[in-house]
């Protein structure tokens, strides 16, 4: 905190009495005997009721000698001090008060973003900090650095990484008359700086940000060679091990990152920033345990993460709702960080495969980032995840032989053999107790509401010809905390997978149309990725099927349409990073198995929709040809019940009965051999 220097003589109108209690109340707020402080800039009030800038600098004190757990009260004081500040700026103050400063006002806002930013209102702070960066030069240097410095702090948690270097240059330039390598410039001894020990702070601020900036930038050489220049001054610290691990984990090097972490503090420190280092610790395992394929393990440090988190929060006694900022200090308003924590191990349950999970986290998540249209789709994902684990798990159930005959009645030559019908119905938790699609709940028709708030939060782009590279051409930004925002050919990437959510789920829906729209404007994406065009077709083709246009489904189903599975164009890493191992190999559909794996895969699930349209065409011949084929790519291991129930009925629908019975006692369709 800082406060306004009383001490001076320069104001109008002030007693030798009241500039006596000034100069002591300035020596015991730098001495931090605060209550003396107190005390009294008590008596000054008295003599100068009407002076907005000793009630602030009360205020001040009042809130330091309560180890800052009075938030509400010193937000109220601040806001009223600075209306006083506004009244007598018009002149409606009192002839005995002297004009307020730059400085004076300087000093009020400054508080006033700190506690902003400690509650993580960036955008708030960023408001108020930017207004005084406009008056940069007219601030005395103590107060500008602070400024300066916590501005780039928030343009660093927003990801504005050009403008929080432009404002480390400006540091360096008035802290060291230039660079910082080049060591202690003018600025050392000059003015107000506080020493040696002062600078070095500086320095290893600096330091830090610019190591946490080549972090985001994934340039590695120089972030290791700011944390090298960072330990050098402080020695080895937390945030150091922090960075460093941060630095292998981009490398790939995970076995390192997490030796690394294993020396960090492990017990529920809490920094004077408000960081739990215990849960920051377990945070980043469980992200090292994600990129090496481990899903359920990385889950289970989340989990342990988010247990530090709760632990750290219940040291302190619980919140009162009407002064919800008060009872606890400042640095622990803002330690919460269980949502972004819920975050991850939502990802985590959805990659593992347990997509129920995934939902009560996400869901609890999408409360306070609601503005993040990627994690909307995520939460569409959880809901298409789930749905589709039911059906997996009739489909095992399926795969014997056993269980595709449901009944067989009569015997002799009235024998019949009545057929397990494919029943696909969506299941749905046991706590929806109601059918509203608007409330929530792992269903397709919740799945729709999410993807429909995606899209709604998505800029519109502008025209291309489909041949420019996106990243040439100027596309809007869209925040998506707790992560980076999205921007250039991610934005796209990001529609195109909703677009393809979209029209899976409609089509389960039974809404062919809106489906069918979906499709075609996923078709239309410039530059989309051949795995994103491959199911385009499919779901294309099914919305054309459903509205009973089978001569234009039959367009969309060419197996050599398939060119590649590629989901996105970004590369999930920098190129030019040196990685010591390959990242691990990312499962399909959320843990649910599905998606090809290969191009003939893909190739062969095409030919086996293409089967089933000639036969809803009775051209049975064309049918037993695609599906042959379909069956020497995928071979009888791979083969799904469908395509042996299809198999079963084009024998039936040719007359050649006995085959047909043959496929189903046999649970495997008939294939012509080639004669010698």
Same mark, same amino acid.
């Given at each position: ?56 600098? @009360? ?35 009192? %002839? ?8 004076? =006002?300087?000093?009020? /806002?400054?508080?006033? *973003? ?22 940069? &030069? ?79 930038? =994934? ?36 076995? =390192?990152?997490? =030796? ?15 960081? +739990? ?80 999970? *995934? ?53 002799? !030559? ?13 299941? @749905? ?10 409330? !929530? ?8 509401? #999410? ?20 990243? %040439? ?23 195109? +997978? ?44 099914? $919305? ?67 089967? $089933?349209?000639? #036969? ?17 790519? /995928? ?15 084009? &024998? ?17 369709? /008939? ?6």
């Amino acid at each position: 905190m800082s406060t306004e220097e009383s001490a001076s003589g320069s104001y109008f109108g002030v007693t030798e009495q009241e500039l006596e209690l000034a100069r002591s109340a300035k020596e015991a707020f730098d001495n931090h005997r605060y209550e003396n402080c107190l005390s009294v800039l008590k008596k000054l009030v008295e003599l100068r009721r009407e002076d907005a800038r000793v009630t602030h600098n @009360k205020a001040v004190a009042q809130y330091l000698l309560s180890n800052l757990t009075k938030t509400d009260e010193f937000r109220r004081t601040l806001e009223s001090v600075e209306a006083q500040f506004e009244h007598d700026a018009k002149g409606g103050g009192s %002839e005995s008060v002297s004009p307020i400063s730059v400085t004076e =006002k300087g000093v009020l /806002l400054f508080n006033k *973003a700190l506690i902003h930013q400690r509650l993580h209102q960036n955008s708030k702070a960023r408001v108020i900090l930017e207004q005084l960066f406009s008056v940069f &030069e007219a601030l005395p240097k103590h107060l500008g650095v602070q400024v300066c410095l916590l501005l780039t702090e928030v343009y660093v948690s927003t990801y504005e990484l050009s403008r929080a270097s432009d404002n480390i240059e400006i540091l360096e330039r008035r802290l060291f008359g230039g660079s910082l390598n080049n060591g202690g410039g003018r600025g050392d001894k000059e003015g107000d700086g506080r020493g040696s020990n002062d600078m070095d702070k500086h320095k290893a601020q600096l330091y830090q940000f610019r190591a946490r900036l080549n972090l985001l930038h =994934k340039n590695i050489k120089q972030c290791k060679k700011e944390v090298k220049s960072l330990t050098a001054i402080t020695g080895p610290t937390a945030c150091g091990q922090f960075l460093k691990a941060n630095v292998e984990f981009l490398r790939g090097n995970y076995m =390192k990152a997490f =030796k690394v972490l294993s020396s960090a503090p492990k017990n529920p420190i809490v920094t004077d920033a408000g960081e +739990c280092l215990s849960s920051f610790l377990f945070n980043d395992i469980g992200c090292i345990h994600f990129e090496l394929g481990k899903y359920n393990l990385s889950a289970h440090y989340f989990k342990k993460a988010i247990e530090e988190n709760d632990a750290a929060l219940n040291g302190y006694p619980p919140l009162d709702r009407s002064t919800p900022l008060s009872g606890r200090p400042l640095s622990m308003l803002g330690v919460n960080c269980r949502h972004v924590l819920l975050y991850n191990l939502g990802l985590q349950q959805l990659y593992g495969g347990h997509p129920w999970g *995934a939902f009560e986290s996400l869901l609890e998540v999408v409360q306070v980032f609601h503005g993040n249209p990627r994690l909307w789709l995520r939460l569409a994902e959880a809901c298409i995840a789930a749905h589709a684990k039911s059906q997996e798990e009739q489909v095992h159930q399926m795969r014997n032989k056993s269980s595709t005959v449901q009944v067989v009645l009569g015997s002799g !030559p009235h024998r019949k053999l009545i057929i397990t019908p494919m029943q696909w119905p969506a299941k @749905k938790s046991p706590d929806i107790q109601s059918n509203s699609a608007a409330m !929530p709940g792992p269903t397709l028709e919740f799945a729709s509401i #999410c993807l429909q708030n995606a899209l709604f939060l998505l800029p519109s782009l502008p025209q291309s010809n489909g041949d420019e590279p996106e990243d %040439e051409r100027i596309l809007p930004t869209v925040n998506a905390l707790p992560g980076p925002p999205i921007k250039g050919q991610s934005i796209l990437d990001l529609k195109s +997978c909703i677009l393809s959510c979209k029209a899976y789920v409609s089509l389960g829906l039974g809404d062919p149309i809106v489906a069918l729209g979906a499709a075609k404007q996923l078709l239309d994406t410039p530059r989309l990725p051949g795995g994103l065009r491959y199911v385009a077709k499919l779901y294309l083709a099914e $919305s054309y099927i459903q509205m009973g246009s089978i001569q234009e489904a039959l367009q969309h189903l060419t197996p050599d349409i398939v060119t590649d599975l590629e989901i996105s164009r970004v590369p999930l890493v920098n190129p030019e990073v040196e990685r010591v191992e390959p990242p691990a190999p990312r499962p399909t559909s959320s843990g649910v198995t599905g998606f090809p794996g290969s191009i003939s895969d893909a190739k062969a699930t095409l030919l086996l929709n293409l089967s $089933s349209v000639y #036969c809803m065409q009775k051209d049975y011949e064309l049918a037993k040809k695609a599906l042959y084929q379909a069956i020497s790519i /995928l071979g009888p291991v791979k083969l799904p019940r469908q395509a042996i129930l299809l198999s079963a009925y084009v &024998e039936i629908m040719t007359g050649n009965m006995s085959k047909a019975i043959q496929v189903i006692k046999t649970h495997r369709p /008939l294939v012509p051999t080639r004669s010698l």
